[in-house]
C-alpha cells in the first residue's frame, strides 16, 4: 500500500492536528477496554461533552483544506476562489463521522479507502457546488483524512490494535510513507510542471489507426476514443496446482490466464513489459503518460497520481548513452527542452515521483543492451522509489534481464475474441467521422468482418494485435469486405492500399509528383534496407535525403519527378507509411512495414547469405519469415536448408534458434519442396521434445508445424503428457485441437488444467464441444477469460469450480454461471469498490479465492471461505 493509492501526498504534519482534535481525549486506561466503541461516541463535535463547536470544526477544515492546497502538486489542486466552497464541502463530509453506524473495530476492518467511500456517503451533495477539481480534492483529502482517523483509532485502542493486527500494520506503514514525502514544490517548478503536463497530452494523445486515412478523415485519431485495454501475462514455471500450492494435487488451477493491464501494472514499482511487433506496446506507453499527465487513471493506477512522466523512445537515444534526468526532454526531442527550471527533473527523480517509460529496448543495437541495462541500474539505484516501465519485444533480451534490478516481468497477450470485436467496433467508429463516399457502408462492413473473423481461422490467427487488426479492417473497407488471407497477402495489400489509392481518394495533386506505386515502394525499401543494415529504427531527414540520392539515377521514373528532397517529402506525406516522430527525424509509421519493405529489399537484392548470417538475431525474426515468403521457391529452399544446416562458429542454443525458426518458415512459403520440408523435420524432430514446462510453452512461437514434430500422446506418462499439452496449447491455432482432443481423458489434473486453461487461444464453440465438455471434472478449475466462454460454459450445464479471468459484472456473473452447482469461484481480478453480496445467489458456493491484485473485499457472506493467491488458508477479513 502507497500513500498515493489512498489521497493526496501530504505528510502527517497537515492532517494530524485536525484529527486528534475530531476526536474526544479519553482519560488514562480508556485505551484498555475489551471492546469495540461506537465512532459515533468518539467525536468530540456532538454530544453532551462536545468540546468542538461547529464553528471551531469549520475553523479546523478550513486550516486543513489551506495547508493541504500549499503542498500537494499542481494538478491535485483546486481552483482559484474556491477555498470556501471546498472547506464547507470537507466540513460536511467530516461532520458524518457523528452519524456512522460502526465501531472502531468495523471502521479500522474496511480500510482507508472503504471506509472513506462510507464517510462521503454520510454526506453525499457536499461536492454539488464545486468544480470538477474541487471535488477531486475534496475526495483525495478526505481519502488521506481516513488513514490517519484510522490510524488513531489503533494507537487509541489496544483491543483495536490487536483484533485487527494486519489492518493495522498496514495502516502504520503508509503512515511511516507519508512522514517520508519530500517538501512543498517551488513556485516555478509548480508551473513548468503544469505546462509540460499539458504538452504531454498533446504530444502523446493521438495514435495512428493504420488504414483509417482515406478521403477527408485525419492521420492520427484520439488516444481516449481507441484505447483499448490489453491483456498481460506472466512469465510461467510449473503450475500452482491446489489451493495450498502444488503439495496436494486435490485441486488445479493450470497456468495463469492474462490480465488487464492496468490490474497488472497496479501496486508494481518497475516492471518490463514485453510484446511482439503490434502487440501495442507503445500504445500502453502512451496512455500511462497520458492518463497520469491528466490525472484521470483507473482506480488500479491510483498510486501513479501525482507523478511525472518521462517517456523516452530508446531509438532516440540507440547510438548514445542512456540519457542523465538533466537531458530528459532533450533526449526525448520534446517541445519544452530547454524551458524547465534548472535541474528539475532531478529534484522530481529526487522526491520520488517520476514515472519513467523508456520504450523499445529492442531498438538498441544488441550490443548496446547490456550498457543501457548497467546505465539503468545506476539510476534505479540513485532515485529510488520512482515508478519504470521498459518494453521490449520477447526475444531482445534474455529471461530475468532486469531481476536483479527488481523488476517483475509481463507479456502482453495476443487479444481474445471480445478484445478483438471491440477494437474493430472501435476502428469503424474512428472511421465514420471521415465522411468518406463509403460512409453509409461503415456499418455493413463492420458487420461482416465480425461475422469473418468468428469463421476465418486463419483471420483471427492474424487479427489478434492491433496492428493487424487496423490492417484487417482498413483492408476489408478499401476492398469492399473481400479480404486477402495470409500475412504475406495482407501487407502487399496494405502498401498497395496506401501507395496507390491514398492521394486519389482524398483527390490530391501530390505537389506535382506523379509516382507509381512500384516507384514509391522501391524508394522506400531503400530507407528500410539501409536501416536494417544499421540497426536503426529512426534516421535523420538529412541521411534519408543522402539514400535516395544515391539510388535515383537507378530509378529514373522517380529521379525525373524532382530532386531526392522533393522525393522524400513527397513519400513523407502521401504514403503514410512514414512519419516525423521528432523535429529533424523519421520512421516508419510501424517497425512492421520497415521489416517487410527491408526483408523485400534484401530478397531482391539476392542477400540471402546475409540473411542467413544474422538469424540467429532475434530481432531479425520477422525479417526471416518476411524473407521465405517473398523468396522464390529455389531461393526460399536454399535459405531454409542454410538456416538449419551447421554453422562454424555459432553457439549451440543460437543454431538451436536458427533451425526452429527454418521450421516456424515453413508456414510462410508459398511453395517449398518435399525434400525441403523433410530435411527441416528431419533435424528438428529433437528439439520439438521439451524436458520442462518452461520449455514446453516456449515453442508455440513455431506455429502449427510443431504439431507434426510431436510424438505420439497416447500412453505417455503424467508429465510428459502435460509437456505435450503445453507445448500444443502454445501454438493458438485450431489444428491444435484434434492432437489436444487425444489428451482430454487423461486422469492427471496438471493435463487437464492445461487444457481447461488453454481454451481462450481457440475458437470457442469448437473447443468447448472437443475439449472442454471432456474434462473431468474433479478438482478442476475450469478458466474463463470472456462473456463468450461463460455462456459456453453455462450451455455445458456450468460446473463446481470456475476461475474467472475477466473483470465481468457482478450482473454478468451471476446470469452467467449456474447457481445450483457452482461451490468454488475463483476471481483472478474485481472491482473492490463493489460489494460481494451477490455471492449469496449461489447456496452451493463454499470457497472463494482471490487474485493477488484483488484488494480488500466485502459483503461476503458467512459461509463462504476466502482464500488468496500464494497464500494458503487464509481466514476470511
Not at 575 to 593: E, K, Q
Request: proline share 6%.
Amino acid at each position: 500500500m502507497e500513500p498515493t493509492t489512498i489521497g493526496l501526498r501530504i505528510a502527517s504534519s497537515v492532517c494530524v492536528p485536525l484529527v486528534k482534535r475530531l476526536f474526544r481525549q479519553d482519560g488514562p486506561g480508556a485505551g484498555l477496554v475489551e471492546r469495540a466503541v461506537r465512532v459515533s461516541g468518539l467525536v468530540s463535535f456532538r454530544g453532551e461533552k462536545r468540546t468542538l463547536s461547529d464553528s471551531d470544526l469549520r475553523k479546523l477544515t478550513g486550516a486543513l483544506v489551506e495547508r493541504a492546497q500549499r503542498a500537494v502538486g499542481p494538478h491535485d489542486r483546486y481552483r482559484e476562489g474556491e477555498h470556501a466552497a471546498v472547506t464547507d464541502a470537507v466540513c460536511r463530509t467530516l461532520y458524518g463521522l457523528g452519524e456512522l453506524d460502526m465501531d472502531d473495530v468495523q471502521a479500522v476492518g474496511l480500510g482507508p479507502e472503504r471506509f472513506a467511500r462510507r464517510l462521503r456517503a454520510q454526506a453525499p451533495d457536499a461536492c454539488r457546488e464545486l468544480s470538477k477539481d474541487g471535488a477531486r480534492f475534496h475526495d483525495r483529502l478526505v481519502d488521506t483524512a481516513s488513514v490517519h482517523i484510522l490510524h488513531f483509532f489503533t494507537q487509541r485502542s489496544t483491543f483495536v490494535a490487536r483484533t485487527l493486527v494486519e489492518q493495522s500494520r498496514r495502516i502504520e506503514e503508509v503512515i511511516g510513507l507519508l512522514d517520508r514525502l519530500p517538501p512543498p514544490q517551488s513556485a516555478a517548478d509548480a508551473a513548468f510542471e503544469a505546462e509540460y503536463a499539458d504538452s504531454l497530452v498533446k504530444q502523446h494523445s493521438q495514435v495512428t489507426i493504420v488504414g483509417v486515412d482515406f478521403a477527408n478523415s485525419p492521420d492520427s485519431w484520439s488516444l481516449d476514443a481507441t484505447y483499448l485495454s490489453l491483456g498481460v501475462e506472466f512469465p510461467e514455471g510449473e503450475p500452482d496446482h491446489s489451493a495450498d500450492g502444488p503439495v496436494s494435487g486435490t485441486e488445479s488451477y493450470g497456468p495463469q490466464p492474462p490480465v488487464p493491464v492496468e490490474h497488472a501494472l497496479a501496486g508494481q514499482e518497475r516492471v518490463l513489459l514485453r510484446g511482439i511487433a503490434g502487440s501495442g506496446k507503445t500504445t500502453v506507453v502512451q496512455w500511462l503518460a497520458v492518463s497520469t499527465a491528466k490525472q484521470q487513471l483507473p482506480a488500479e493506477l491510483n498510486a501513479l497520481r501525482g507523478r511525472v512522466p518521462f517517456v523516452l523512445p530508446v531509438r532516440r537515444f540507440s547510438d548514445r548513452d542512456l540519457p542523465l534526468p538533466v537531458e530528459f526532454l532533450s533526449a526525448a526531442r520534446h517541445p519544452l527542452s530547454g524551458a524547465e527550471p534548472d535541474a528539475w527533473p532531478l529534484r522530481v527523480l529526487r522526491s520520488g515521483r517520476g514515472l519513467m517509460l523508456i520504450d523499445g529496448i529492442d531498438e538498441a543495437p544488441a550490443e548496446r543492451r547490456e550498457k543501457i541495462r548497467t546505465e539503468l541500474d545506476q539510476l534505479l539505484r540513485q532515485f529510488p522509489g520512482n515508478v519504470w516501465l521498459v518494453t521490449s519485444r520477447p526475444a531482445a533480451v534474455r529471461p530475468n534481464w532486469l531481476a536483479a534490478q527488481g523488476f517483475g516481468e509481463m507479456s502482453l497477450a495476443p487479444m481474445n475474441r471480445d478484445q478483438v470485436a471491440r477494437f474493430i467496433r472501435s476502428w469503424h467508429a474512428a472511421a465514420a467521422s471521415d465522411v468518406g463516399r463509403d460512409h453509409a457502408r461503415l456499418p455493413d462492413y463492420e458487420r461482416k468482418l465480425l461475422h469473418s473473423v468468428r469463421l476465418i481461422r486463419e483471420l483471427r490467427r492474424l487479427a489478434a494485435n492491433p496492428l493487424m487488426c487496423g490492417l484487417i479492417c482498413a483492408l476489408n473497407r478499401d476492398r469492399n469486405g473481400i479480404l486477402p488471407r495470409g500475412r504475406k497477402a495482407l501487407y502487399k495489400a496494405a502498401l498497395a492500399m496506401l501507395l496507390e489509392r491514398r492521394d486519389p481518394e482524398r483527390e490530391v495533386d501530390a505537389d506535382g509528383i506523379v509516382l507509381d506505386r512500384e516507384a514509391k515502394e522501391r524508394l522506400l525499401q531503400k530507407l528500410a534496407h539501409w536501416m536494417l543494415l544499421n540497426d536503426r529504427t529512426e534516421l535523420d531527414r538529412r541521411t534519408a535525403v543522402e539514400i535516395l540520392a544515391r539510388f535515383l539515377p537507378a530509378i529514373p521514373s522517380a529521379g525525373e519527378q524532382g530532386t531526392a528532397e522533393e522525393l522524400f517529402d513527397h513519400l513523407l506525406h502521401r504514403t503514410g507509411l512514414l512519419r516525423i516522430p521528432a523535429p529533424g527525424s523519421v520512421d516508419f509509421v510501424h517497425r512492421t512495414f520497415q521489416d517487410y519493405l527491408s526483408a523485400k529489399e534484401a530478397v531482391e537484392r539476392h542477400d540471402f547469405p546475409f540473411l542467413v548470417n544474422n538469424a540467429h538475431r532475434s530481432d531479425w525474426d520477422e525479417v526471416i519469415r518476411m524473407a521465405v515468403s517473398l523468396a522464390r521457391p529455389d531461393e526460399c529452399a536454399t535459405m531454409i536448408e542454410n538456416l538449419v544446416s551447421p554453422r562454424p562458429g555459432l553457439p549451440a542454443a543460437k543454431a538451436k534458434y536458427c533451425k526452429l525458426l527454418a521450421a516456424a518458415c515453413l508456414e510462410h512459403a508459398t511453395e517449398m519442396s518435399p525434400q525441403t520440408r523433410a530435411i527441416v523435420r528431419q533435424r528438428t524432430r529433437f528439439l520439438v521434445q521439451p524436458d520442462t514446462i518452461e520449455s514446453a510453452r516456449g515453442l508455440g512461437w513455431i506455429g502449427p508445424i510443431a504439431l507434426e514434430l510431436l510424438p505420439e500422446p497416447d500412453g505417455t506418462s503424467d508429465h510428459r503428457a502435460l509437456l505435450l499439452a503445453a507445448t500444443a496449447c502454445g501454438i493458438r491455432d485450431d489444428a491444435a485441437i484434434d492432437y489436444l482432443a487425444r489428451l482430454r481423458s487423461h486422469r492427471s489434473l496438471a493435463v487437464r488444467a492445461e487444457l481447461a486453461a488453454a481454451w481462450r487461444r481457440f475458437d470457442t464453440e469448437r473447443y468447448a464441444t472437443e475439449i472442454i465438455a471432456h474434462l473431468d471434472p474433479e478438482g478442476l478449475y475450469f478458466t474463463v477469460t470472456d462473456r463468450t466462454e461463460l455462456a459456453e460454459l453455462r450451455r455445458l450445464g456450468g460446473r463446481e469450480r470456475i476461475r474467472v479471468a475477466e473483470q465481468l459484472t457482478p450482473e454478468e456473473l451471476v446470469d452467467g454461471l449456474v447457481a445450483d452447482r457452482l461451490t468454488h469461484l475463483h476471481l483472478v481480478v474485481y472491482d473492490t469498490r463493489r460489494d460481494l453480496d451477490w455471492l449469496s445467489a449461489f447456496p452451493r458456493l463454499t470457497t472463494l479465492r482471490l487474485g493477488r491484485l484483488v484488494g480488500a473485499v466485502h459483503g461476503v457472506p458467512e459461509r463462504v471461505r476466502i482464500e488468496r493467491d500464494g497464500v494458503s488458508g487464509k481466514p476470511k477479513p
